[in-house]
């Protein structure tokens, strides 16, 4: 069973531009969640969605950023105009319910804006 | 909102001694409580968990964590620290209600030979 993807794993934008990173969670998981970490810091959540829905965008910064989870493929987080502030760690996490169950983690995606 | 503190970013045990490492939570509903750990440039993988039943939970590796609610505490420890532990720990609260995992800043855990 393979675990949660995430791709790309290292991503190079240089400010202005869009990043895109993409999160395959694991087989049967309906719920998908991303979190960032910055430098010395722990992670933060971002966004929580279901397929087609977003459950809870409370850690969502309110402007370049969104997130989707289509009916098919994979979950999108979208950074629009990324600025150098936006280098980070990005985890996507996945869970096969929600309360309490476990959320497995991704590789992560590791953006460098320039 | 639930919140995680983790005291001492880096922690050095030597080798065979105990691992201990301290989270307190906060939280206004009955928590949710997590372990993980982080290998240089990886995903964050489960230690352990609490949810409901026995407050002593044992994990992966040989690590173990008690709940103690008067203390709002769940402390990670093992016994005898090997090199492999080298890692970051991250203790984490989610509440009951909500899916957002909040965590704590960590502690990288180095072994000394």
């Known amino acids: 069973n393979a675990g949660v993807m995430q791709n790309p794993r290292h991503l190079v934008r240089r400010r202005g531009q869009e990043a895109r990173l993409r999160c395959s969670p694991m087989k049967g998981h309906s719920h998908v969640y991303w979190y960032r970490q910055l430098p010395e810091e722990g992670l933060k959540f971002m966004v929580y969605l279901q397929k087609e829905n977003i459950i809870d965008e409370s850690g969502m910064p309110k402007e370049r950023f969104s997130a989707e989870f289509p009916k098919e493929g994979p979950s999108i987080l979208r950074i629009q105009q990324v600025v150098r502030g936006d280098s980070a760690a990005y985890f996507c996490?996945?869970?096969?319910?929600?309360?309490?169950?476990?959320?497995?983690f991704g590789p992560g995606t590791r953006l460098t804006v320039t | 909102a639930q919140s995680v503190t983790q005291l001492g970013s880096h922690v050095s045990v030597s080798e065979g001694a105990l691992v201990l490492l301290r989270c307190n939570y906060s939280?206004?509903?009955?928590?949710?409580l997590f372990w993980y750990v982080q290998y240089p440039n990886q995903g964050l993988q489960l230690l352990l968990k609490y949810t409901t039943g026995a407050t002593l939970v044992k994990g992966i590796n040989g690590f173990e964590a008690e709940f103690k609610k008067s203390e709002t505490s769940f402390h990670l420890t093992k016994p005898s620290a090997h090199m492999s532990d080298a890692a970051e720990y991250f203790c984490a609260v989610s509440e009951r209600g909500n899916n957002r995992l909040a965590f704590g800043k960590g502690n990288q855990v180095v072994v000394i030979p």
């Open positions: 939280s206004s509903v009955p928590p949710y």
């Open positions: 996490a996945s869970s096969p319910k929600e309360q309490g169950y476990e959320q497995y």
